[in-house]
């Protein structure tokens, strides 16, 4: 079946580093990919999302790229702030279903 | 303009008791989801409406599990016989249409239910 497969955390920087959240997947077809966060205390958002092979979706200086030589949808970002401190979930929609199917996310914590 | 909604925020019940969660989605969304998040299953799909049916039940644990919606609007979802394993934050997510893989999910803010 469809699963999403994100790098375990946490993930520690200082503020102004370069971040990198891996994510890869497994599906039939062509999925939908999206990155939601979650900040603390609050609910799941979207941050960007792909809907084909090649497509780079972008929001907030975050960038993600479809992959699907790899079947990767790594999260990017050139500089990192503190206000980024969130848990980050990788996920998609594939097949015939319109449910999401999420990574076990990642939490990022950036330091002043 | 509100987004999706979702009351009670917070539910401590006692096991063996029913729960019921609401969910209150963007007016004007027809596909309506509720997900649920926990330490040991991260987030998992429960169920999916489009309008008052709800064509993919697939991911609800088991029959104590149940949903409706009316109307095409609200949502509720219910417990019965709470089990301990049941305690989670109980999500739902509204959009536009519910079909083809494009369609962006908005989320509430979640019920948190604890189960003693």
């Known amino acids: 079946g469809n699963s999403v497969t994100q790098m375990e955390g946490p993930v520690t920087l200082s503020e102004e580093a370069f971040l990198t959240i891996n994510c890869t997947y497994t599906?039939?077809?062509?999925?939908?990919l999206f990155w939601y966060v979650q900040y603390p205390g609050e609910g799941l958002q979207l941050l960007l999302k792909?809907?084909?092979?090649?497509d780079k979706g972008s929001n907030k200086g975050f960038e993600a790229t479809y992959r699907k030589e790899t079947t990767s949808f790594h999260l990017e970002k050139g500089s990192v702030q503190v206000s980024d401190s969130a848990v980050y979930f990788c996920?998609?929609?594939?097949?015939?279903?319109?449910?999401?199917?999420f990574g076990t996310g990642t939490l990022l914590a950036v330091q002043p | 303009g509100a987004g999706v909604s979702q009351s009670p925020s917070n539910k401590v019940t006692e096991k063996g008791k029913d729960v019921e969660l609401r969910c209150d989605p963007i007016?004007?969304?027809?596909?309506l989801y509720w997900y649920r998040q926990s330490l040991g299953q991260g987030l998992e799909f429960l169920i999916y409406?489009?309008?008052?049916?709800?064509?993919?039940k697939s991911g609800l644990p088991s029959d104590r599990f149940s949903a409706e919606r009316t109307g095409g609007s609200v949502s509720t979802l219910t417990i019965q016989r709470t089990q301990q394993e049941d305690s989670a934050v109980y999500l739902c997510?509204?959009?536009?249409?519910?079909?083809?893989?494009?369609?962006?999910?908005?989320f509430g803010p979640g019920t948190r239910l604890t189960v003693l």
């Open positions: 997510a509204s959009s536009l249409i519910g079909t083809g893989k494009t369609d962006t999910q908005y």
């Open positions: 599906a039939t077809g062509y999925p939908s």
């Open positions: 792909a809907t084909k092979a090649d």
């Open positions: 996920a998609l929609i594939g097949g015939a279903t319109n449910k999401l199917i």
């Open positions: 007016s004007g969304h027809t596909a």
């Open positions: 409406f489009q309008g008052n049916s709800a064509p993919d």
